[in-house]
Structures are given as C-alpha cells and as structure tokens.
C-alpha cells in the first residue's frame, strides 16, 4: 500500500478552476494505477477519474469530461486533478486512491490506498 495525501481544495466561484494534488509516499507509487472520486453531502462516493501506472490511459465519469483533466508525475509520485468550468454539482470532498492491480477501474472497491480527502466547493 501507499500513502496518499491530497491538497489543493477550497472555495471557488461557478466556471472556475481548481487543481487537486495527490501526494504520495512510496517507491513502488508509479505501478499503481490512481482514481480521483468525490462525496457530496448525503450522496455515495462517486468516480471522477483514472489515469494508468504509465499515464497512457484515463477514464472519466461522463459528468466531468471535457471539464476535468487528469495526470500524473511520477518522478515526483504525484497525481493531479484539473478541474475547469465548475459548477455547484461539483461541490464534494475529493479523494484520490490507488490500485495496485494494473487496471483502470471506476468501482471504489478495486482501490487500495486511499486519501483523506480535500473539499472543493464551488459557490454560484
């Protein structure tokens, strides 16, 4: 397993941008595959995005694509979240979690590590 510490959240008017920061401890980080998923209030835990262990493949939900971006530095074990054009429906704690298993998998329950989480909210 790895350690993940995420960063980069807060308050931001609708249609503007925030990036996220997933921070991670370990040698082995750039093997694993890393999700960004998010919880609003009173709702489930919701996939946002994937990238694979070599940053070749991403996936995202149908809500943020062509809004969020994902990507990664593995010299610098870290994985990051643009997230473009916000909106209020986008107002959650994002987490970022790891997969050891060389999939891109949009299901909370194939993932490993997981963050604590940082919230974004976005204001109207």
């Known amino acids: 397993q790895v350690q993940l510490v995420e960063s980069g959240g807060g308050l931001v008017q609708a249609g503007g941008s925030l990036r996220l920061s997933c921070a991670a401890s370990g040698r082995t980080f750039s093997r694993y595959t890393v999700g960004w998923f998010r919880q609003a209030p009173g709702k489930e835990r919701e996939f946002v995005a994937a990238i694979s262990w070599s940053g070749g493949r991403t996936d995202y939900a149908d809500s943020v694509k062509g809004r969020f971006t994902i990507s990664r530095d593995n010299a610098k074990i870290t994985v990051y979240l643009q997230m473009n054009s916000l909106n209020s429906e986008d107002t959650a704690v994002y987490y970022c979690?790891?997969?050891?298993?060389?999939?891109?998998?949009?299901?909370?329950?194939?993932?490993?590590?997981w963050g604590q989480g940082t919230q974004v909210t976005v204001s109207s």
């Open positions: 979690a790891a997969d050891s298993h060389f999939r891109i998998s949009g299901l909370s329950v194939d993932y490993d590590s």
